[in-house]
């Protein structure tokens, strides 16, 4: 969620019923056979995004080859208890750091309050198994910040002093809090920036501080997006391969790629995979049942939002420190870490030749299934704006459902999806021309391609369609007025007026796309490396200072989307003020 920016996500459920409001039946009437045939696209969308969980399923439905009872008394045990430990700490970490860095920024006013706001945002450009990779190193026993530790308190060796291993379930929590509370702290500011004053007013001449009106009245109407937000860190929690492994956290993500990679058990990384997709799944049902009844309106002519309360200079350093303090330890220091040993690289053997055939392989993959996931979207999206209803509503939520799953379990749907294909098309090469076909996809990348377009689709459509739910409908009456068929209105308005959508959404994509570790690790054809995988590679290995220059490229395009949503923020807060 990889890190994805979860603003696209969160915009999923708008579209659908804003679509719903403003289309009649005039324009499925006048979408004609035009329109069925844009519905039958988006349904093989939704049918490209479900294979690969049904292959899952039929795989798993075979049996293990022997192993599925070691599997049960040995190994699930312990990974459902370390995922469902790091879940609960991590859940509870970004809601608080979310959720006191949202009402922070936007309840007081001190100097730095401005900067604070985007630099929060700042840990997304840090995936995961970076974070990981960087502390790991930053915290050695040997290294420089244990021993200027030791030499500010005397010691002489880490006998006599060390801090406690980060290779621990506390220490991984702590990484992925400090990395994925943005997630938390996006939809929770929105809720907080939204929210009338004329209520927080009330409260004040009730006579209730500014610290209760946090609890009683803020917290308790911002819930639902604390919701949201901390079910996309869950879920990029369980996407998570590299850092639980780098940690030693066994969780249930690492089991099935130890299950397929080191036992050749795809039967029964399958099963653990199911298992884990039931886990989402349930996820995501208790954070809808847990804002089932929490509809909040308010009048944004009538009202205006909440004004920040001056404080003193005193206690605005405070604010600041406190507020800084999630930016050092998600973003500051692994980033400062990698610059620091990529120089130290540079210098002493200058840029790998590996790098640029890294890059090269790194932005093909990236780019073939940008382009493939917005093609995709564009379908969808426009297919929901054609035909309201059910039907395009129903296909909408399948082809989003590969971001609910994480990049391991995509990767095996995937594996056996497209090995079904190799296997089919070699056959019938031989029977028909005597010639082997060999491994035509999962020996040329589109593997690779495929798991990133299933992962990603969600981005793509969500943030797409909330594009064209923004042009009013009007515009397609006058098009069909004038001649245009629904693919000439959509070449010729839709397009135009959605590219500041259709470039977003692709920006997004792209960047989860080159941070994506599970899938491109498990999929990737013999001989070619991304940064992702270079970097896990030379992570496992120890050898960190050879990963760095790959790890700081992944950090640098990662900030792409920062940037993007520090943008949007900007904007919604200047629409705000304007109201």
Known sequence: MGTGAPSSHLLMDIPMSASKSVAGPSVVSHAGRSGRNWLALSAIAALIVVLPVAGLALEALKGSTGLWAHLFSSVLPVALRDTVILLVGVGLLTAVLGTTTAWLV???????????????????????????????DILHPIGSVQGAIRWVLGYESPRQFRLPDIRSMIGCILLLGFVLYPYVYIPTRAMFITQSGNLIDAARTLGISRRAVFWRVALPLARPAVAVGIALALMETLNDVGAAEFLGVRTMTVSIYTTWITRTDLPGASQIALALLLIVVGLVAVERWARRKQRYATDARRSRGLKPQKVSAVNGMLLLFMGSV???????????????????????????????????????????????????????????????????ATLLRLSTVGYAAPGTVVAIGVLIVLAGFDRFIDRTALDWCGISTGLLFMGSGAAVVYALTVRFLAISAGGIEAGLSRIPMSLDHASRTLGQSPAGTFRHVHLPLSKAAISAAALLVFVDCIKELPATLLLRPLNVETFATHLYGEAARGTYEEASIAALAIVAISVLPVILLSRIGTAGRSVAADR
Do not use: H
């Open 106 to 136: 936007t309840a007081y006013d001190f100097p730095g309050r401005r900067l604070l706001e985007w630099a929060l945002l700042l840990p997304l450009a840090v995936p995961t198994y970076i974070i990981a990779y960087a502390y790991l």
């Open 326 to 392: 999630p930016i050092l330890l998600g973003f500051v220091a692994p980033a400062l870490y990698l610059t620091t040993e990529a120089w130290k690289r540079y210098q002493f053997a200058g840029v790998s030749p590996r790098l640029l055939n890294e890059a090269i392989s790194t932005i093909t993959i990236a780019t073939l299934a940008t382009v493939v996931t917005i093609s995709l979207g564009l379908v969808v999206a426009y297919a929901t704006r054609l035909r309201p209803g059910k039907a395009s």
